[in-house]
């Protein structure tokens, strides 16, 4: 799996974690507004997509021992990496309501289809749309939770509207890539500070790039 620009948790760990918990803890920076494009930052459709995660030079993510669920058919097949803690971002299926399929950056390897996303373009909104494969849903901004999990992430949708549109940006010097919600207008963050079963949830909560805490790298899980 190459890197478009280390153990796993266990499975009974996650079915033990079958109801979330509000984190104690707010990780900083927070930020509550509309976010304007960031300086060094660019706009990425489909095109430059497939042009980056393409070339020769980009790296592949280490895969769990013996796994080979990794491989897939086309290149918008993308594994996410928070720059903050160097983990990859997986959907927590086993998850109990009203949080199931949250996502977090908590993997230590890239295992499979839990950390595996399809990134789908759509021409007329120039955004794209990701569709988790360990649950086949499309991750929706949770603007209507209150509290610390307002604008949570969650694979939880069937089809795609406003809830589920993202903006892609790349940073050529830095090499790597942030996401912005459509619906609110705001840079998806990894809270890096929150304790409990939502450490390392990704929230669309900041109005500009600050930091690694809205930064990802992405890699190609293509074959």
């Keep these: 799996m190459r890197r478009t620009t280390s153990v796993l948790l266990s499975l009974s760990a996650l079915l033990t974690a079958s109801a979330l918990t509000v984190p104690s803890a707010v990780a900083a920076p927070r930020a509550d507004g509309p976010a304007a494009v960031p300086a060094g930052w660019e706009a990425v459709d489909a095109t430059a997509l497939a042009r980056i995660t393409g070339e020769k030079d ?3 993510a ?3 021992a013996g796994d080979t669920a990794a491989a897939a058919a086309e290149p918008e097949l993308l594994a996410v990496q928070s720059a903050r803690n160097s983990r990859f971002v997986a959907t927590e299926k086993n ?3 009203p949080n199931t ?3 977090r950056a908590r993997s230590t390897e890239f295992g499979g289809s839990w950390e595996s996303y399809a990134f789908e373009w759509d021409e007329a909104t120039q955004t794209y749309a990701l569709r988790s494969l360990a649950n086949d849903r ?11 999990a307002q604008n949570v992430l969650r694979a939880r949708s069937t089809s795609v509207g406003g809830w589920e549109r993202f903006v ?3 940073n050529e010097t830095l090499d790597r890539w942030a996401l912005q919600s459509t619906l609110n207008g705001l840079f998806v963050a990894m809270e890096n500070g929150y304790t409990g079963s939502l450490q390392y949830a990704l929230r669309a909560r900041s109005t500009e790039v600050t930091g690694s805490w809205e930064e990802f790298v992405l890699y190609d899980i293509s074959a």
């Design 58 to 60: 980009a790296l592949r």
């Design 62 to 64: 280490p895969l769990a």
């Design 95 to 97: 998850y109990a309501e």
């Design 101 to 103: 399929g949250v996502q």
């Design 138 to 148: 499309y991750v929706a901004v949770e603007k209507n939770y209150t509290g610390s």
């Design 168 to 170: 892609l940006y790349y």
